[in-house]
């Protein structure tokens, strides 16, 4: 297998803004106070749960650990599955259609520090589970939903 950094613009680079499959990794955080980490997106400004872009070699579960790294600092170990989210298409700024599939995880901290990078994330915050922003697309709508009721092993 070829070890392609980033993917997505290789992939871009040959279908421009047609709609593909892409697969997504991510997790609901909590903190002792069990309030649930969000991240406000560089991207749209709004808000959503930590995760990102799976890279050709990876699986679900290192995707999730490696992107709420990458845009929280934080080091997490994931407990479980909550669900498969599928059937969601998303377009985005500059003209690209995807639809998205997206592993959330239930995740814990093990160490790190909230860091924000001013880019991909501009702020972190863990809000209380009853008060949360409207949450940037459906698909994390439905992961939280989920998670919420106890639902795991969902596939949408």
């Known amino acids: 297998m070829t070890n392609r950094p980033n993917y997505i ?13 892409l697969n997504f990794a991510g997790g ?4 002792e106070d069990e309030e649930v980490l969000l991240q ?11 995760g990102g872009a799976m890279e050709l070699g990876e699986s679900a579960e290192e995707t999730a650990i490696r992107e709420i790294y990458e845009e929280t600092g934080l080091i997490v170990k994931v407990e479980r599955l909550i669900g498969v989210y599928t059937k969601y298409v998303h377009h985005y700024p500059g003209g690209d ?3 998205s599939i997206m592993f959330f995880f239930q995740c814990t901290p ?11 994330t501009l702020e972190l915050k863990f809000f209380p589970k009853n008060e949360l922003p409207q949450l940037f697309v459906k698909q994390h709508e439905d992961a939280y939903n989920d998670w919420r009721s106890g639902e795991f092993g969902v596939c949408r």
Not at 114 to 119: M, N, S
């Open 9 to 21: 613009a290789w992939i871009r680079e040959r279908v421009g803004h047609e709609l593909i499959f």
């Open 28 to 31: 609901i955080i909590c903190n």
């Open 40 to 50: 406000r997106r560089g991207d749209s400004g709004a808000w959503g749960f930590p």
């Open 97 to 99: 259609q995807a639809q």
């Open 110 to 120: 093990v160490s790190g520090e909230l860091v924000t990078d001013g880019d991909e």
